[in-house]
Nanobody
């Protein structure tokens, strides 16, 4: 069965950095468009970075442009989210998503990122 497992979340001070990882198993990773979403308390889940196709161009949430970078390693079936210059408003549960466009999608369990002094 397909599974996505996020890791790398935690508590960080404003201005700090974290790198999230999402390890995929049970799916043909290279065929899936990967994305990161986040959900803050009381808010809807929104995309942070989304591939428009598997391994294709990436759209970023405006508020994270220039600070966050998504990358993927097909050999390791892993997608990353490098987060720099973190701000309190970045506090959220971050979710990994794998999408086979038009057919199916999967979510990870989420990892908490808290930015606070």
């Amino acid at each position: 069965q397909a599974q996505l497992v996020e890791s790398g979340g935690g508590l960080v001070q404003p201005g700090g950095s974290l790198r999230l990882s999402c390890a995929a198993s049970g799916l043909s990773f290279s065929a899936y468009a990967m994305s990161w979403y986040r959900q803050a308390p009381g808010k809807e889940r929104v995309y942070v970075a989304v591939e428009t196709s598997a391994g294709g161009s990436i759209n970023y949430l405006d508020s994270v442009k220039g600070r966050f970078t998504m990358s993927r390693d097909d050999a390791k079936s892993t997608v990353y989210l490098q987060m720099n210059s973190l701000q309190p408003d970045d506090t959220a549960v971050y979710y990994c998503n794998a999408r086979l466009i038009g057919l199916r999608y999967y979510w990870g369990q989420g990892t908490q990122v808290t930015v606070s002094s």
